[in-house]
């Protein structure tokens, strides 16, 4: 079965900073993977996804991700964060077909000013 | 055009109660899908219907949780009788055609059941 682990439960970074976001995956098919954010108090929304094609994919609010097979790694980037990017991120992996997402632990991004 | 709408947003409870969530997709999705989250475990998948048919309900703790879809508008989940660790936010979420397709959630119903 398919899973994802996300390295690191909450990540602190200073406003103009590099965030990274760590998730690697398990599946013995080609993967399509996902980014979600959830903001306090709120659901799940759609940062990114990668399904095929370009392994580089850009998502929302300045946010990409690389897929790299060699590595199953699909981690989240952005250049430079702000406060406003403080949230829990949430990688997903799913397989071809109509099956459900399976989603990561979580990681939370706080934002220093 | 209106999102994913789950009620109540708020539930508090004594053990042994009845609860029932309740869940309205986007109109035109035909999945949807119950999670349920806590701090411990994360987001777990309950069940998930394609069509209105149940297709893995694996998830599902125990018999005690029960979901129903009786139209493509509508989903529950019941927890009969509810206990303490069943405290936790429940989220539903749809979406339309395949697994390539963005699935949508609803802003959870946090239950709490002393």
């Known amino acids: 079965a398919q899973s994802v682990t996300q390295l690191g439960s909450h990540v602190s970074v200073s406003e103009g900073a590099l965030v990274l976001l760590r998730c690697n995956y398990s599946s013995s098919v080609p993967p399509y993977l996902f980014w979600y954010v959830q903001y306090p108090n709120q659901g799940l929304q759609l940062l990114l996804k990668?399904?095929?094609?370009?392994?580089l994919v850009k998502g929302i609010n300045g946010f990409e991700a690389e897929f790299k097979k060699s590595e199953t790694s699909f981690h989240l980037t952005k250049p430079s964060a702000h406060m406003s990017d403080a949230a829990e991120y949430f990688c997903a992996v799913t397989l071809a077909g109509n099956t459900p997402l399976v989603f990561g632990k979580g990681t939370r991004l706080s934002v220093i000013a | 055009d209106a999102g994913v709408i789950q009620s109540p947003r708020h539930e508090v409870t004594e053990m042994g109660q009845e609860v029932t969530l309740r869940c309205k997709p986007i109109s035109g999705h035909n999945s949807l899908f119950w999670y349920r989250q806590t701090m411990m475990r994360g987001l777990e998948l309950l069940i998930y219907f394609n069509n209105n048919v149940p297709i893995d309900d694996s998830g599902m703790p125990e018999d005690r949780f029960s979901a129903k879809m009786p139209n493509a508008s509508f989903s529950t989940l019941k927890i009969q009788p509810s206990e303490p660790r069943d405290s936790a936010v429940y989220f539903c979420a749809s979406r339309q055609g395949l697994n390539t397709g963005e699935l949508f959630f609803g802003e959870g119903s946090r239950l709490t059941v002393l």
């Open positions: 990668y399904t095929t094609g370009a392994t």
